[in-house]
């Protein structure tokens, strides 16, 4: 079964095209299922719209939901639609989030983390102006994050894992116990961690991925699509490295329940 559970589209400010190009390129690469994830408004700002690149809007919420269930009704038959949302994991902000998400009928919640001890997923430019010790203090921060983020209970996947991979130059060469410490909360809060395959450089890489099969880390895919065109991609390609480390199986979710399904080579 081939599926996708991380998508994007034009509401969020930074994606293109519509839901509906999403679940029609799916239909069109053979998909069995498609999970639309766009990112949740900033829930906890009193401003209803306080980052038209980054999220939709809060009034804007509702349509989304109702949009992604007509698109469920309107495809049956074709394929199955997932109806998720990608939350930031911001904390103080948690209950608040939780509050709101719980007033709909989600499939799964991914939770991912951008912004971390006032740094940004994508500062490479802060990155680079740390000492070696700096460096690592930051990448330790952000396993935390990452700990803390599984142990909310809010989230069903934990997305785009060890990101600063891709931003951060030398970050995958820091060691710390950190990994292994947010490895085994991950387990111990039975959250599945996502394949992320939106770059050339997948993430997590197959490092920390052969560190979660030890552990018993669950893991899904998510293409993190921000363009209708990249549905799916690197699905296969993906199977067969969690195989060859050993998976033998992967997760999807409906009603906020998670389905394991047989991962093929």
């Given at each position: 079964m081939k599926f996708d559970l991380h998508t994007?589209?034009?509401?969020?400010?930074?994606?293109?095209?519509?839901?509906?190009?999403?679940?029609a390129a799916a239909v069109g690469n053979g998909l069995s299922c498609i999970g639309i994830s766009d990112h949740t408004p900033f829930f906890a700002e009193k401003e209803d719209h306080p980052a038209p690149e980054a999220s939709m809007a809060t009034s804007e919420f509702p349509a989304y939901v109702r949009e992604v269930l007509e698109l469920k009704r309107e495809f049956a038959g074709q394929i199955e639609v997932l109806l998720g949302v990608e939350a930031d994991f911001i904390p103080g902000s948690v209950d608040v989030y939780r509050k709101v998400l719980n007033d709909y009928s989600l499939d799964y919640i991914i939770g991912s983390v951008h912004d971390f001890a006032g740094v940004s997923l994508y500062d490479a430019e802060h990155w680079e102006w740390l000492t070696e010790a700096g460096k690592l203090e930051l990448k330790n921060s952000y396993y935390d994050y990452i700990s803390r983020s599984a142990q909310t209970g809010l989230y069903d996947i934990l997305g785009h894992v060890d990101a600063l991979n891709r931003y951060f130059p030398g970050y995958s060469n820091l060691y710390t116990e950190a990994a292994e410490h947010t490895l085994r909360t991950i387990a111990a809060h039975?959250?599945?961690?996502?394949?992320?395959?939106?770059?050339?450089?997948?993430?997590?890489?197959?490092?920390?991925?052969?560190?979660?099969?030890?552990?018993?880390?669950?893991?899904?895919f998510g293409s993190d699509a921000h363009e209708p065109a990249r549905v799916g991609e690197h699905f296969e390609a993906?199977?067969?490295q969690l195989y060859d480390i050993g998976y033998r199986e992967w997760a999807v979710f409906k009603k906020r329940k998670r389905i394991m399904l047989p991962l093929e080579r």
């Open positions: 994007h589209h034009a509401r969020c400010g930074h994606a293109h095209g519509h839901i509906r190009d999403y679940i039975d959250v599945a961690m996502e394949i992320n395959s939106s770059d050339d450089l997948w993430v997590p890489g197959p490092d920390l991925l052969e560190r979660a099969f030890y552990y018993g880390v669950k893991v899904t993906v199977a067969r």
